[in-house]
């Protein structure tokens, strides 16, 4: 027979992982650097590195291979963390086994066999199950700020699961879930950090995706961003009023002297000014319409004297 002439994306781990939490054996899928499979597009407001598909390879997306998922009890965590669990959450990672296949085919309505290589719905559901993965690490590990970067990659494709199928909503509202819960881990990390409970030492990269390490600065303007999007689910003017006061805050503490540096590069930099000016303006109609609401609410009284 000849030889396979396909060009390959990715490739199997020679030395095999053993799980640490139920002791199976199994490959990693790894995806092969250079020979012109990525190629870079545009940087969305999410700090998201978009690829053009390559005539060679097609569509390839570096964000489905990161985190390593136990085909058997679905344990997952990035690279990097998998071997390390506390031992101390073993016995509890395990228990809950069952608990992680039912999640998965509830949303996509089948399993997944993580043995198979990775496809978009691999991915994503690898970024959900690392979120839960997280829960069994020590702050040595700066877990939250990993469940963050987890959550936002997850909204992320769980949004192209629902653009490629249309007629499936249940992948629109999963985005949904997880923007919110990247916003929660962003800003429970800068808190617990703040608190001196979790460093950020376990971080190697704060991505938040996998071309370009924006850092603290990225991780602000996140919070930022976010807060900005979800504001819009808000129904109660005053409440959103002050979300967007507060994420507005949070991404002033990047300007400082409002020049560019190695911590503070150029392009993040004027991502934020816009933001920080759209959230402005969000915030003054917000006023007005809280201010005409007084007035209108005082002339009902008045009338009704």
């Not at 809950?96 to 399993?111: A, D, E, V």
């Not at 690392?130 to 963050?148: H, L, N, R």
């Not at 617990?192 to 979790?198: D, F, N, S, Y």
């Not at 704060?206 to 303007?221: A, I, R, S, V």
Request: with cysteine; hydrophobic share 35%.
């Amino acid at each position: 027979m000849g030889e396979d002439k396909t060009p390959k994306i990715t490739f199997r781990s020679k030395k095999p992982l053993v799980c640490p939490v139920c002791g199976n054996e199994f490959y990693r899928e790894e995806m092969f650097t250079g020979g012109g499979r990525l190629i870079a597009g545009k940087l969305t407001l999410e700090l998201r590195r978009l690829y053009e598909p390559s005539k060679k390879y097609g569509v390839v997306n570096p964000l489905l291979y990161p985190v390593t998922v136990c085909p058997q009890c679905l344990f997952a965590s990035f690279k990097e963390d998998f071997t390390k669990i506390n031992a101390k959450y073993i016995e509890t990672a395990k228990s809950n086994t069952q608990r992680r296949h039912n999640n998965i085919s509830k949303i996509f309505g089948k399993p997944l066999d993580f043995s198979l290589n990775r496809t978009l719905e691999h991915g994503a559901a690898s970024y959900l199950l690392a979120v839960e993965g997280y829960s069994y690490f020590d702050k040595w590990a700066s877990p939250t700020i990993k469940k963050a970067i987890s959550s936002l990659r997850a909204a992320w494709l769980f949004g192209d699961l629902e653009i490629a199928n249309p007629m499936q909503t249940q992948f629109g509202d999963v985005q949904n879930f997880f923007y919110k819960k990247a916003l929660f881990f962003y800003n429970e990390a800068i808190e617990r950090g703040q608190k001196g409970l979790e460093s950020y030492d376990g971080v190697r990269n704060f991505g938040p995706d996998t071309d370009k390490n924006f850092g603290y600065e990225g991780l602000l303007y996140l919070i930022g961003y976010l807060t900005n999007k979800l504001s819009f689910y808000e129904k109660d003017i005053q409440k959103r009023k002050e979300s967007l006061e507060i994420g507005k805050r949070v991404i002033s503490k990047m300007f400082g002297s409002g020049k560019a540096s190695k911590d503070k590069p150029s392009d993040i930099l004027m991502m934020t000014r816009d933001l920080y000016d759209e959230m402005s303006e969000s915030i003054k109609e917000l006023e007005d319409k809280i201010a005409g609401k007084s007035v209108d609410t005082a002339s009902t009284n008045n009338a009704e004297s």
